[in-house]
């Protein structure tokens, strides 16, 4: 996911002038996104069949894997087909508001951009579908945790309260490594509403398109040393995971810990990941 959070990488910086609003024109008609019909030759992706891949799966599993160890994996969520038009896209700068080259701030290397309104439908679609499940998760947890508020259960509904308090700027996002590349460790916070997980898909094969580069998390437990979790992902694969702590069980209950992702340095080649955060940014 994006590095430097806290804090957050600048949004706003040089960049593509971000389109107002949350509305417009479906983007499935851009190349690299089209689903209306093959296009030089090649079948164009399933995008229509998203929503029912993320109804379908095993939410019970995830919820249990979030649990015990504070992310979820999900094989296979995108096709190949899917993973390339994607990786493909990072090269067209109309779908993006705003490009952040980590080294610049101290956040790693490598660079990632942020989708511009209105999102390209596949994004918006994976978004929409996999909120739901996840906001029944998060609603437990802040309710383990003593924490307010509760999530309603559908995206839009919470997006409108993200834009009511002036967090209105996409939050969804490509990345890209190349050879020495990596992302400190950080959490993905934008402003006062934060949704409490957030979903990255692998765009790449690893050992095929890229060494090295895997996705780690920690974990900051109170009193006691940081716990490290390497997720090993192929391509198309989903990880959920905590933005910034989670509920665990202890001898005398429920307590907190402070989660941060990122992503060791590559070894070779190029690596391109899909971010999908539920919250907008101020």
């Given at each position: 996911?994006?590095?430097?959070?806290?804090?957050?990488?600048?949004?706003?910086?040089?960049?593509?002038?971000?389109?107002?609003?949350?509305?417009?024109?479906?983007r499935?008609?851009?190349?690299g996104?089209?689903?209306?019909?093959?296009?030089?030759?090649?079948?164009?992706?399933?995008?229509?069949?998203?929503?029912?891949?993320?109804?379908?799966?095993?939410?019970?599993?995830?919820?249990?894997?979030?649990?015990?160890?504070?992310?979820?994996t999900?094989?296979?969520?995108?096709?190949?087909?899917?993973?390339?038009?994607?990786?493909?896209?990072?090269?067209?700068?109309?779908?993006?508001?705003?490009?952040?080259?980590?080294?610049r701030?101290?956040?790693?290397?490598?660079?990632?951009?942020?989708?511009?309104?209105p999102?390209?439908?596949?994004?918006?679609?994976?978004?929409?579908?996999?909120?739901?499940?996840?906001?029944?998760?998060?609603?437990?947890?802040y309710?383990?945790?003593?924490?307010?508020?509760?999530?309603?259960?559908?995206?839009?509904?919470?997006?409108a309260?993200?834009?009511?308090?002036?967090?209105?700027?996409?939050?969804?996002?490509?990345?890209r490594?190349?050879?020495?590349?990596?992302?400190?460790?950080?959490?993905?916070?934008?402003?006062e509403h934060?949704?409490?997980?957030?979903?990255?898909?692998?765009?790449?094969?690893?050992?095929?398109?890229?060494?090295?580069?895997?996705?780690v998390?920690?974990?900051?437990?109170?009193?006691?040393?940081?716990?490290?979790?390497?997720?090993?992902?192929?391509?198309?694969?989903?990880?959920?995971?905590?933005?910034?702590?989670?509920?665990?069980?202890?001898?005398?209950?429920?307590?907190?810990?402070?989660?941060?992702?990122?992503?060791?340095?590559?070894?070779?080649?190029?690596?391109?990941?899909?971010?999908?955060?539920?919250?907008?940014?101020?």
């Amino acid at each position: 996911m994006s590095a430097g959070h806290l804090p957050h990488p600048g949004d706003g910086l040089s960049a593509p002038q971000a389109v107002a609003g949350i509305g417009g024109a479906d983007r499935e008609s851009v190349p690299g996104f089209g689903s209306g019909g093959p296009r030089d030759g090649e079948p164009a992706p399933a995008w229509s069949g998203l929503s029912g891949r993320c109804a379908a799966l095993d939410w019970a599993a995830i919820a249990a894997e979030l649990d015990d160890f504070g992310c979820a994996t999900v094989p296979g969520l995108l096709s190949a087909e899917e993973c390339q038009r994607l990786a493909a896209a990072y090269a067209k700068s109309e779908l993006f508001r705003s490009r952040v080259v980590m080294e610049r701030h101290g956040f790693g290397k490598g660079e990632y951009q942020y989708f511009a309104h209105p999102l390209p439908s596949p994004i918006a679609r994976l978004r929409g579908a996999l909120y739901p499940p996840l906001a029944a998760i998060a609603n437990r947890w802040y309710e383990a945790m003593g924490l307010e508020p509760r999530f309603p259960p559908g995206h839009a509904e919470f997006i409108a309260r993200c834009h009511a308090a002036g967090q209105s700027r996409p939050t969804p996002l490509l990345l890209r490594y190349r050879a020495g590349d990596y992302n400190c460790l950080h959490q993905d916070l934008y402003g006062e509403h934060v949704f409490p997980l957030q979903a990255a898909v692998l765009l790449s094969a690893p050992g095929e398109d890229y060494t090295g580069g895997e996705f780690v998390l920690t974990e900051q437990r109170p009193r006691m040393q940081s716990r490290a979790e390497v997720v090993p992902l192929g391509r198309g694969d989903m990880v959920v995971f905590p933005v910034f702590h989670r509920p665990v069980n202890g001898a005398r209950g429920v307590y907190r810990v402070n989660m941060r992702h990122g992503v060791s340095r590559l070894r070779s080649g190029s690596r391109h990941t899909l971010g999908i955060i539920f919250h907008d940014a101020s």
